[in-house]
């Protein structure tokens, strides 16, 4: 006697006539891809609007006036749908060259306040260095994609950007 029954039963539930129209387009997925890089920087922490009493009162050693270092590390999130003859949102080997003309290019081995003439008016914290990354990277991604910015100052100090403006936003 031959076992046919169940495996025939099994072919019937996963015909595809069973589960919609062959006619229906295939559902958008929207996926978000992330790419790390890292770049090493120095900076100081002080503000042209405050007194040199004042900067050393609100950064304490991040205020000494040679600076310091750090191994930052930018994870990109970008958002899209991903794209049915391709399979991807974004093409990872597009990113990478992004995030080299955005991040590496402008902050890599640079002191912060002194080469980078957008930190010679803005104070260089993780928040800022953050947008910067941002702005950067808008204007070389497809519109409306740039998802996420996260800056790792250290293991410890960790900054999310996403484009917002203001606190009311959502
Ligand atoms: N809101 C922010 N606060 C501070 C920032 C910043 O970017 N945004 N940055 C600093 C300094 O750059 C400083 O380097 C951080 O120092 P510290 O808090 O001491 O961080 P460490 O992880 O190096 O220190 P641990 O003692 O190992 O935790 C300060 N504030
Ligand atoms: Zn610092």
């Known amino acids: 006697m031959e076992p046919a029954a ?11 006539a ?12 929207l996926a978000r891809v992330s ?4 770049f090493s920087a120095c900076h100081r922490l002080h503000s042209k609007s405050l007194s040199d009493e004042e900067n050393l009162k609100l950064f304490g050693k991040c205020n000494n006036p040679n ?3 750090h191994n930052y590390r930018v994870i990109v999130t970008v958002r899209g749908e991903i794209d049915p003859v391709s399979g991807m949102v974004i093409n990872l080997t597009d990113l990478k060259e992004y995030m080299q003309e955005a991040i590496l290019e402008p902050l890599d081995h640079k ?12 104070v260089s914290t993780t928040e800022n260095i953050a947008v910067f990354i941002w702005e950067n990277l808008k204007k070389l991604l497809p519109v409306g994609t740039l998802y996420k910015v996260k800056v790792y100052e250290t293991d410890q100090n960790i900054v999310v950007y996403k484009g917002e403006e203001t606190i009311s936003e959502k």
């Open 67 to 69: 600076g310091h270092g």
């Open 111 to 122: 002191n912060l306040d002194k080469d980078v003439p957008y930190f010679a008016e803005v």
């Open 18 to 29: 069973h589960r919609g129209s062959a006619m229906a387009p295939p559902a958008a997925r």
């Open 6 to 16: 169940p495996a025939r039963k099994h072919r019937r539930r996963g015909n595809s």
């Open 35 to 38: 790419r790390a890089v890292s």
